[in-house]
């Protein structure tokens, strides 16, 4: 009962966020509606003055404000719940989930500009919209289309790089081996080197992000149809918007797996700052490292088990279960298959988030996909199962803070029913997508002027001082 009430609360919680949010950024529709100016850049820098004023007074009215007390369990806890880092692009909230500049998902699938033949939001909208914080107009995400399109030529030596390597490196290996050659064509690095005022910086940084987020597409498909299609690559298509190019590079033409890929590269573009991949951007970042070094940085991270690479491991999960118990299996089989996981010093992948305390946003709107466009798949089935089954085990099991469905439960599922099996690829689908939001906080980091991150560190010896020091007074 504690599952289905949950989920019903959801579901009521949803509606109401998104009727005051209509209201909330009725405003916002109206800004939009009246701008004319196609062009990204110059849209910023009429934004970028008016937030670095906003940033000073904040600071000078409001520096020694207290935003809550560390704790040891915090210090030693992974920072968690601890906050310390400003990122504009998106807020997580615990039970919402994400809003990207004010807007949940459900809100963004329906303002956002689509595909003429398609109903999810373009990717170049939502880009449009983390730079700006305004809903872009069909015309304005047309041109950023454009812009990105014309960016997207990757060099020579950048796939040189990566046939140096074997082709059973894995996907994620040589994706941020890709990123790293194309650092060579730096234009943060080179305007430094000429002396650039720091006023200036956010200029050519602007240009290195445009140009990452053009050309990540072309170097993931390259890097999977090297791995999986014995070499054989696509050329980009200019007159595709960004998902759909993306999809065609990797050999998928369906309408329906460019409608995937648009829905998959908005929903992963970014979860606030705090999450190992955006941090570590913008830990990067903050040394004035360009983004090429600061997204390749963030690949590293979104490679590991416990953040990006858990999407892979969810279908291989998923089809541990399927090849022990069959398709067909019973809720009561699948509880006795989710015990058997748990009690063998496992975690259910997919399941569980380090902020997150419901049911992640982003696993709706793929089921709702699936719903629509694949209900009848044997997996997908099996997915909407371990829904019922899973969290009422978990809850049972007394030692997890969220026990609802995250991003990465769902995935890997609709990716398969689409022909693209190759799970260990799907941590680089993840990558090319969280480059929107990652460069798009590197931008406004260097707009800000935000300082160097060094943090306090401590021992054991010391926090054992402190707190002896603490119960004694």
Same mark, same amino acid.
């Given at each position: 009962?504690?599952?289905?009430?949950?989920?019903?609360?959801?579901?009521?919680?949803?509606?109401?966020?998104?009727?005051?949010?209509?209201?909330?950024?009725?405003?916002?529709?109206?800004?939009?509606?009246?701008?004319?100016?196609?062009?990204?850049?110059?849209?910023?820098?009429?934004? &970028? =003055? +008016?937030? !670095?004023?906003? %940033?000073?007074?904040?600071? $000078?009215?409001?520096?020694?404000?207290?935003? /809550?007390?560390?704790?040891?369990?915090?210090?030693?806890?992974?920072?968690?719940?601890?906050?310390?880092?400003?990122?504009?692009?998106?807020?997580?909230?615990?039970?919402?989930?994400?809003?990207?500049?004010?807007?949940? &998902? =459900? +809100?963004? !699938?329906?303002? %956002?500009?689509?595909?003429? $033949?398609?109903?999810?939001?373009?990717?170049? /909208?939502?880009?449009?919209?983390?730079?700006?914080?305004?809903?872009?107009?069909?015309?304005?995400?047309?041109?950023?289309?454009?812009?990105?399109?014309?960016?997207?030529?990757?060099?020579?030596?950048?796939?040189?790089? &990566?046939?140096?390597?074997?082709?059973?490196?894995?996907?994620?290996?040589?994706?941020?081996?890709?990123?790293?050659?194309?650092?060579?064509?730096?234009?943060?690095?080179?305007?430094?080197?000429?002396?650039?005022?720091?006023?200036?910086?956010?200029?050519?940084?602007?240009?290195?992000?445009?140009?990452?987020?053009?050309?990540?597409?072309?170097?993931?498909?390259?890097?999977?149809?090297?791995?999986?299609?014995?070499?054989?690559?696509?050329?980009?298509?200019?007159?595709?918007?960004?998902?759909?190019?993306?999809?065609?590079?990797?050999?998928?033409?369906?309408?329906?797996?460019?409608?995937?890929?648009?829905?998959?590269?908005?929903?992963?573009?970014?979860?606030?700052?705090?999450?190992?991949?955006?941090?570590?951007?913008?830990?990067?970042?903050?040394?004035?490292?360009?983004?090429?070094?600061?997204?390749?940085?963030?690949?590293?991270?979104?490679?590991?088990?416990?953040?990006?690479?858990?999407?892979?491991?969810?279908?291989?999960?998923?089809?541990?279960?399927?090849?022990?118990?069959?398709?067909?299996?019973?809720?009561?089989?699948?509880?006795?298959?989710?015990?058997?996981?748990?009690?063998?010093?496992?975690?259910?992948?997919?399941?569980?988030?380090?902020?997150?305390?419901?049911?992640?946003?982003?696993?709706?709107?793929?089921?709702?996909?699936?719903?629509?466009?694949?209900?009848?798949?044997?997996?997908?089935?099996?997915?909407?199962?371990?829904?019922?089954?899973?969290?009422?085990?978990?809850?049972?099991?007394?030692?997890?803070?969220?026990?609802?469905?995250?991003?990465?439960?769902?995935?890997?599922?609709?990716?398969?029913?689409?022909?693209?099996?190759?799970?260990?690829?799907?941590?680089?689908?993840?990558?090319?997508?969280?480059?929107?939001?990652?460069?798009?906080?590197?931008?406004?980091?260097?707009?800000?002027?935000?300082?160097?991150?060094?943090?306090?560190?401590?021992?054991?010896?010391?926090?054992?001082?402190?707190?002896?020091?603490?119960?004694?007074?």
């Amino acid at each position: 009962m504690v599952f289905f009430r949950s989920v019903s609360a959801f579901t009521r919680l949803r509606s109401r966020v998104g009727q005051q949010s209509s209201l909330s950024n009725s405003v916002r529709w109206i800004q939009m509606q009246s701008s004319t100016d196609l062009d990204l850049k110059s849209q910023l820098q009429e934004l &970028i =003055p +008016e937030q !670095q004023d906003r %940033l000073k007074k904040l600071k $000078s009215e409001h520096g020694k404000v207290q935003l /809550g007390n560390i704790t040891v369990d915090m210090v030693i806890g992974g920072m968690r719940g601890m906050t310390g880092l400003l990122w504009e692009t998106s807020l997580l909230d615990p039970e919402e989930g994400i809003r990207f500049r004010g807007l949940s &998902i =459900p +809100e963004c !699938q329906k303002v %956002l500009p689509t595909a003429q $033949s398609g109903a999810e939001p373009l990717p170049e /909208g939502l880009l449009w919209l983390l730079l700006t914080g305004k809903v872009p107009s069909k015309e304005q995400v047309e041109a950023l289309s454009k812009d990105l399109a014309n960016r997207a030529a990757v060099p020579d030596y950048v796939y040189n790089a &990566i046939d140096a390597l074997p082709s059973t490196a894995h996907p994620m290996t040589q994706f941020a081996s890709g990123v790293m050659a194309l650092q060579v064509q730096s234009e943060f690095q080179k305007a430094y080197e000429n002396g650039i005022h720091k006023s200036k910086f956010w200029e050519p940084t602007y240009e290195d992000c445009l140009n990452l987020i053009a050309r990540v597409p072309v170097v993931a498909a390259y890097v999977y149809r090297r791995m999986y299609k014995n070499g054989d690559s696509i050329p980009s298509d200019k007159s595709l918007d960004y998902g759909a190019n993306f999809s065609h590079m990797l050999g998928f033409d369906d309408e329906k797996v460019k409608e995937l890929m648009r829905l998959y590269i908005t929903i992963h573009s970014d979860h606030e700052g705090g999450n190992v991949s955006a941090h570590t951007g913008h830990l990067v970042g903050s040394a004035l490292s360009d983004p090429y070094l600061s997204f390749a940085a963030a690949l590293n991270g979104l490679a590991g088990p416990l953040h990006g690479l858990a999407n892979q491991e969810v279908l291989l999960w998923i089809k541990s279960v399927v090849e022990e118990c069959g398709e067909d299996i019973s809720k009561e089989q699948l509880k006795e298959y989710v015990w058997k996981t748990l009690n063998s010093g496992k975690v259910i992948p997919g399941y569980g988030h380090g902020v997150l305390r419901n049911t992640d946003p982003r696993y709706v709107c793929q089921r709702e996909f699936a719903l629509k466009h694949l209900p009848d798949d044997p997996l997908f089935q099996l997915v909407s199962k371990l829904y019922e089954v899973v969290p009422p085990v978990l809850t049972e099991l007394g030692k997890v803070k969220n026990p609802w469905p995250n991003v990465d439960a769902h995935s890997g599922v609709l990716l398969n029913h689409y022909g693209l099996t190759e799970a260990r690829y799907y941590t680089v689908l993840f990558g090319v997508s969280r480059s929107l939001g990652i460069c798009s906080q590197l931008i406004w980091d260097r707009a800000l002027g935000l300082a160097l991150e060094r943090p306090k560190s401590v021992t054991m010896d010391w926090l054992e001082a402190h707190c002896k020091k603490a119960s004694s007074a």
